[in-house]
């Protein structure tokens, strides 16, 4: 397995996530499905297609996790037993040298629905507003 010289043996997935053409894809997907975040519902359900959506979200993320472990020549269940050892080191000697904390928050965020709503929410009141703004410019 290739893991990066000096500095945290978990940097290549977290430079996998947020670096190179993988964050403009997160972008576009957010952008493209914001429009939907927009509907009110009285009543405080909320519409399906958003958890449809939330699927998706997280199913692009397991995706680049999969390319990611590929290039560093790792399967599935080797890096979550690296993980796991981490995280028994971590709490063992009361030390996360390697940040694996920090890290599973990363890797697990697109699992967090409630997450997953703040960004669409916030996705959907910028382009609303810019499209507001748009409208109030005099031709």
Known sequence: ??????GSALEPVLRGLHEGPFQGEVQDFVAQRAPAFLAVCPDGSQPLAWTQYHHEFR???????????DSLELTKEQFIEFCVWLRAHAEIWDEDTEGIYPFLQVITASEDYEEFLRVMF??????????????????
């Open 122 to 139: 916030a996705e959907a009141q910028q382009q609303q507003g810019q499209q507001q703004a748009e409208a109030s410019i005099p031709q």
């Open 1 to 6: 397995a290739k893991l990066a010289p000096g």
């Open 59 to 69: 199913e692009m993320f397991e995706g680049q996790v999969g390319h990611i472990l």
